[in-house]
């Protein structure tokens, strides 16, 4: 019923930037957060930045001051800006959201949804 499609990502030059993208597609009434996590083989996911519905923001420790995330309304997204990128954010880059969407039961329904996951690779 309701999908995240993930964009941007890649290979970047250390001190370099990028921006990544998700979108939720689907019946979606409303979005209560939405953000991104990042992963390295062997290690937790970790928090990268989230918006919370009202407009607040939180930002992992590693990313503050470098990474801004803003909210594209109109088409249920967020975006990341990543700048002033170290080797040390190298890793698999998940979007994550909680909604309420229209389901099989109506429009009341509550999940969490994660996509499926892009590569950043900052290397020289």
């Known amino acids: 019923q309701v999908q995240l499609v993930e964009s941007g990502g890649g290979l970047v030059q250390p001190g370099g930037s990028l921006d990544l993208s998700c979108e939720g597609k689907g019946n979606i009434v409303l979005i209560n957060h939405m953000g991104w996590y990042r992963q390295i083989p062997g290690k937790e996911r970790e928090l990268v930045a989230v918006?919370?519905?009202?407009?607040?923001?939180n930002y992992g420790d590693s990313v503050k001051g470098r990474f801004i995330i803003s909210r594209d309304n109109a088409e249920n997204a967020v975006r990341l800006q990543m700048n002033s990128l170290k080797p040390e954010d190298t890793a698999v880059y998940f979007c994550h959201a909680d909604l309420d969407y229209c389901g099989d039961y109506g429009c009341h329904e509550h999940k969490e949804y994660w996509g499926q996951g892009t590569q950043v690779t900052v290397s020289s």
């Open positions: 918006w919370i519905s009202g407009g607040g923001r």
